[in-house]
């Protein structure tokens, strides 16, 4: 069956059509915090759309010449559960590596299993862990290196 959705690299106007929907990400992230982090460095915005409707994102930049960021991603809840994570994850890699990047570096949170589900199926290797004081709430670091 062909998917639904669309996916294309999209402005961060669009990407925050999404973020609004997330009540995982409670409003923190705004357009002058999105700018201020892509300013000046390489960049990419992908957004999922089902009839035209920004429903899924993944945003990512360049930490340098050889690594990509993978930053912050989102699946709106009624469109979870079909597949749109994996192909913006596919969609991100594969830009990634017609880039010239030789490795992506993502972070998650123990709240959010489903993305480090999608991160070891897609063997991103934990690397570290940064300590918040809580479980929910400490970062688990990923990384992948293409060959």
């Known amino acids: 069956m062909e998917p639904c959705y669309t996916i294309k690299p999209a402005s961060l106007d ?27 460095v390489e960049h990419l915005a992908l957004v999922a759309y089902i009839d035209n409707k920004p429903v ?13 960021y993978s ?4 699946v709106a809840p009624e469109c979870r559960g079909k597949g749109i994570a994996q192909a ?3 969609a991100q890699e594969a830009w990634v590596k017609a ?3 030789r490795a992506i570096k ?3 949170m123990n709240r959010f299993p489903a993305m480090l589900s999608l991160l070891i199926k897609n ?11 809580c479980p929910q709430t400490s970062k688990i670091l990923f990384y992948k290196v293409f060959d």
């Open 71 to 74: 930053w912050l991603g989102a």
């Open 56 to 68: 899924a994102y993944k945003l990512g930049y360049a930490l340098d010449s050889n690594t990509f």
């Open 99 to 101: 880039h010239s990047y």
């Open 106 to 108: 993502v972070k998650s």
């Open 88 to 90: 913006l994850l596919n």
């Open 14 to 40: 669009d990407l925050l059509l999404v973020d609004s929907q997330i009540p995982e990400f409670d409003g923190r992230n705004t357009l002058s915090k999105l700018q201020a982090q892509c300013a000046d």
């Open 123 to 133: 063997d991103y290797a934990i690397v570290g862990y940064e300590d918040r004081g």
